[in-house]
């Protein structure tokens, strides 16, 4: 059975997340904001919920190195914690950049930095990040500046971890979806069709497979889930 963490695993995808792969029959490690949203997801025997602050890297750190401690192996991570807020440069402050910056950055990093070690010393394992469209296409992160600069960040983090790991069997994946078929999207956005975009299902499978011995040759991996949107 192998072991991953999920943070955010409450939300919209990371609730579909943690059902695959409770489905598959991995251990599954989550991470909710506070107690009281452990009781958002449903109990199982191969859950193991902790609410943590991952924008505090010593919580954050102590929180990897005492589930390594419990389980031995953490075979991954899916890191699907993070934040949406629009404006364009002459619309966004400081602040705004820096809380974009910490919820959608140094949420990962601060789970990665120990989690790497862990991954780097057993010579095998996978972190996979969630970017977003507007970090690398310049027509849309014009107007979302800070949530793209902050998501930006997750690939070059990728690109320099995927470069220390070479020949270590440990890759680290982002995957970069489109609009997520939600209620709250489709409440926001009544006139567009859903059909068009992309099902928190289907990047939950998306994201057991890169996590699984199925996609071990995989490297350097950015995956575009846009589906038509």
């Known amino acids: 059975m192998k072991t991953v963490i999920i943070t955010g695993a409450n939300g919209n995808l990371g ?3 943690t059902k695959e792969f ?10 909710v904001s506070n107690e009281k949203e452990k009781t958002d997801i449903p109990s199982h025997p191969n859950l193991d919920i902790s609410a943590v602050n991952l924008t505090n890297e010593n919580e954050t750190s102590e929180y990897v190195k005492v589930s390594i401690q419990k389980y031995g192996t953490i075979d991954g991570a899916l890191l699907l ?3 949406f807020t629009m404006g364009s440069l002459s ?30 010393k057993n010579k095998k394992g996978s972190i996979v990040f969630i970017g977003a469209r507007p970090a690398i296409n310049p027509a849309q992160g014009k107007g979302l500046i800070a949530y ?15 470069e220390t790991a070479k020949g270590m069997n440990v890759s680290v994946s982002v995957v970069v979806p489109s609009t997520l078929d939600t209620a709250l999207n ?27 011995d199925k996609a071990r040759a995989l490297r350097e991996t950015v995956l575009k889930m846009y589906n038509n949107a």
């Open 15 to 17: 609730l579909a997340v």
């Open 148 to 162: 793209g600069l902050s998501k930006s960040l997750l690939f070059k983090l990728a690109e320099f971890l995927n």
């Open 91 to 120: 619309e966004t402050s400081g602040e705004d950049l820096h809380k974009q910056i910490a919820l959608n950055f140094e949420t990962a990093f601060y789970v990665t930095r120990p989690l790497f070690e862990h991954l780097i």
């Open 186 to 212: 489709r409440k926001s956005m009544p006139d567009a069709d859903p059909e068009n975009w992309v099902k928190p299902s289907e990047i939950a499978e998306t994201l057991e497979f890169l996590i699984s």
């Open 22 to 31: 409770l489905d598959k029959n991995y251990r599954v490690l989550a991470t």
């Open 81 to 83: 914690v993070g934040g």
